[in-house]
């Protein structure tokens, strides 16, 4: 008996393709892994920054949620551009859809909309562009992708030195800080308590990185949480002015303001080697004088043949 191909569709509700050839070259690769793939973006379509108009990458979104071939949509690309379709997505229909929906970086947005408006889980997790186009695949972002995405728990090791010793369940939601804050007070910012918070940005100061904790924590938010993990901070740049202010200092600042436990060492964030997140899932976070080990189960997964 032949086995069934794992169906993949490619929406791109936020930015367009840098290099349509090396998209071709991914796709290609993932059909001689043998998926099925089928391609909503058209780069002809592209405007300005986006990969068509916002009602064109919304269609987009809606036909693969909507395609009877596919197990798994895959945000092309972040950037920028969810933000403007927000109110256009009906969540309940991509949740009814059944679809594993995977992307991060702006596309935590829709992570945090499903979320809210249906419960559904969903996975902050690698993009076409450029996880699945490189020249050179990178083995741990893949292997992260597809065995969490089968399920039924997955593994991801963290390490760092410093972090306090926790062994915590909660809910694990998060990822790109700036969207968080972005959603904050609107319709779109589940209200999650008890949750394992993760994070990450790319471009963002160490002073921004705080300013944007500390309004989540002036609004109530961080406070229901029972940990922190950051991710990859990286991309910015340090001036004279900062007199010493960098990233450890920020850190030891959050961490003696913030009332949970701060970690720090998640692969996750603008990074080639990239773990995969279950958004919505249940996990279970300890930790050790090398890093820490958090354990996902209770979340959707691809199913069996």
């Known amino acids: 008996m032949n086995k069934k191909k794992i169906g993949i569709a490619i929406a791109a509700p936020g930015g367009a393709a840098l290099d349509d050839a090396a998209l071709a070259r991914g796709i290609a690769r993932l059909e001689e892994q043998g998926c099925l793939v089928h391609n909503y973006y058209d780069s002809a379509l ?77 996975f902050a997790g690698p993009m076409m562009c450029d996880d699945f186009i490189r020249d050179e695949p990178v083995e741990y972002t893949l292997k992260q992708f597809w065995d969490c995405l089968r399920g039924p728990r997955h593994y991801v ?3 760092a030195a410093g972090n306090p010793q926790v062994d915590l369940d909660g809910t694990l939601w998060g990822g790109n800080l700036a969207m968080l804050v972005h959603l904050l007070g609107t319709p779109y910012f589940p209200h999650i308590e008890g949750g394992i918070l993760f994070i990450e940005d790319i471009n963002e100061h160490p002073y921004r990185v705080e300013r944007m904790l500390l309004q989540l924590l002036h609004a109530g938010v961080l406070q229901k949480q029972k940990a922190l993990v950051f991710g990859d901070i990286s991309g910015y740049r340090l001036n004279p002015a900062d007199n010493g202010y960098d990233f450890d200092a920020m850190l030891a600042f959050i961490r003696g303001r913030l009332p949970i436990p701060v970690l720090t060492g998640l692969p ?3 990074i080639k080697e990239r773990c995969t997140l279950p958004f919505g899932g249940r996990a279970h976070l300890v930790s050790d004088d090398a890093g820490f080990g958090l354990t996902v189960s209770d979340y959707p997964t691809l199913q069996a043949d």
Request: charged share 20%; net charge positive; aromatic share 10%.
């Open 46 to 122: 592209k405007m300005q920054r986006f990969a068509g108009t916002d009602a064109g990458r919304l269609a987009q979104l809606n036909a693969a949620a909507a395609d009877p071939d596919a197990q798994i949509v895959v945000a092309l690309r972040g950037q920028y551009g969810i933000s403007r379709i927000l109110p256009d997505i009906d969540f309940k229909a991509m949740a009814d859809s059944g679809k594993l929906f995977v992307g991060y970086s702006d596309f935590t947005a829709f992570h945090m909309g499903l979320m809210q408006a249906t419960g559904r889980a969903s």
């Open 157 to 159: 090791r963290g390490t």
């Open 268 to 270: 996750f964030g603008h």
